[in-house]
């Protein structure tokens, strides 16, 4: 019955059915795709630093238009 239904939207209301399709490969990527990658060797990048390191020695006052 559902399978009936569902054959009749196809040729009723294409744009429906592709539109649920696609919208549905979104979240099941989410759960297969993270482990094939894993399984293939992907390597997270490192993590972007949040700050730029501060040399350690006495900081220079700026003078002029250096700022």
Do not use: C, Q
């Not at 399978?3 to 549905?24: C, D, I, Q, S």
């Not at 390597?43 to 003078?63: I, Q």
């Amino acid at each position: 019955m559902i399978l009936n239904a569902f054959r009749k939207a196809t040729y009723e209301y294409p744009f429906a059915v592709w539109g649920m399709g696609l919208g549905l490969t979104g979240p099941l990527l989410v759960l297969i795709v993270p482990p094939i990658r894993r399984y293939m060797g992907y390597v997270p990048p490192y993590a972007v630093p949040n700050s730029y390191p501060l040399p350690r020695r006495a900081r220079r006052v700026t003078e002029g238009f250096e700022d």
